[in-house]
Structures are given as C-alpha cells and as structure tokens.
C-alpha cells in the first residue's frame, strides 16, 4: 500500500511503515513493481502507463491504438501521435503545445520477458512497413536492454527503416515515474 504525507512517499508493510525518503529508493520501488505487471496479465495496464508517461515527457498529441490486436488492429502500434497544426506555432509554449510533435511518433509497448530484441525488431518492422510513414519509433518494455543491444537496434533501425528508435527499459521507465510530476502514474498503474 502506498501514500504520500507531505511530500514524503510511505510503503506501508505488516509491520508498520517505511518511509521512501529518495527518489532512486521509490524508483526501486516502481521497477519491482513493474516487474510484477507481466505476472499479473497486465498488459494493458502497461500500455496505458506508456501512454501517459508518453504523453508528459515525449509528446502531448497522442492517439490510442483502438482495434482487434488479433486482426494487424494496431500494425505493432500501442499508441501514435495525431497531426497538429499547433506544434510549433508558439516558440516558448508549454503544456500540449509545447509538446505537440508534427511528425508521426509511434510507440510500442511490451511486458514480454524473453527475446526482448526479436520482439523490438519484429515490431519495428510492422511499424516501418505498414500505415503512415514514421518519423521516430518509442519501444517501452520491462525487461533491462543491455545498452550495446540498444545502440544496434538503434543502428539496424536506422540503417533499415531510416528511422530513429528510442528503447526505454523498466529501470528508465522506473525512473521516470519516480519524480515528482510523473509518480501519479505509479500510483494508477
């Protein structure tokens, strides 16, 4: 059980509380508990976690994947942005202006724990072949990707699709949710 008093977040345990004073503790936190989704089926709740933490550090233009997975519903895409004019019409302009993005952003998410590459590669070509050309490509996923595995999807992805791809791991995504203007996201999912 979590709560927050005075700025302070408290993991309640059988035998009273403990306090999380810092943020690298909470984000241990978060991770083990991200850990956990995929044991809990809860892939969907992921998806929208991705989202909303998406949406408040990525871009602010984005649209639900909504369809039967089953069926190619989604082309390997978990959620995307939509066109707006507003991006860029405003030079210091916060909040969704501020991170409208104008070209197609796509982003996949996944809580699969083995072949972790395999998985982004395959994705990544539905994504590329498939739909609106693709500006840049976000893969959100809970398993740790060694950072010489990213670089080489982030070349092959280059080199192949002639776009840039972006892997946030569960330690990064963990991270994330542990500041202050992003935990509410911790807290729902």
């Known amino acids: 059980t979590w709560s927050i008093q005075s700025g302070t977040v408290c ?15 909470l984000a241990r936190m978060i991770r083990f508990a991200l850990d956990e ?66 070209g197609t952003v796509v982003f996949a998410c996944t809580l699969q724990r083995k072949d972790i590459e395999g998985k982004i590669r395959d994705d990544l070509t539905s994504i590329c072949t498939q739909g609106t050309p693709v500006q840049a490509v976000y893969f959100l996923c809970t398993e740790p990707v060694k950072v010489s595995a990213r670089h080489d999807l982030q070349s092959w992805a280059s080199e192949k699709f002639s776009v840039p791809l972006e892997i946030l791991d569960g330690l990064a995504i963990a991270r994330q949710l542990a500041d202050h203007d992003t935990f509410w996201i911790a807290r729902t999912y």
Do not use: K, W
């Not at 345990?13 to 943020?23: A, I, L, M, S, W």
């Not at 998806?47 to 909504?66: F, G, H, K």
């Not at 978990?78 to 019409?89: I, M, N, V």
């Open 37 to 102: 989704m995929s044991r809990e089926n809860g892939h969907h709740a992921f998806e929208d976690l991705c989202r909303e933490l998406a949406r408040a550090r990525v871009v602010s233009n984005i649209l639900p994947a909504t369809g039967p997975v089953a069926g190619g519903g989604d082309q390997g895409r978990d959620f995307e942005t939509f066109r707006t004019y507003l991006a860029g019409s405003l030079r210091f302009s916060r909040g969704f202006i501020g991170l409208a993005s104008p």
């Open 11 to 25: 993991a309640f345990r059988r035998r009273g509380r403990h306090r999380v004073e810092t943020p690298t503790e």
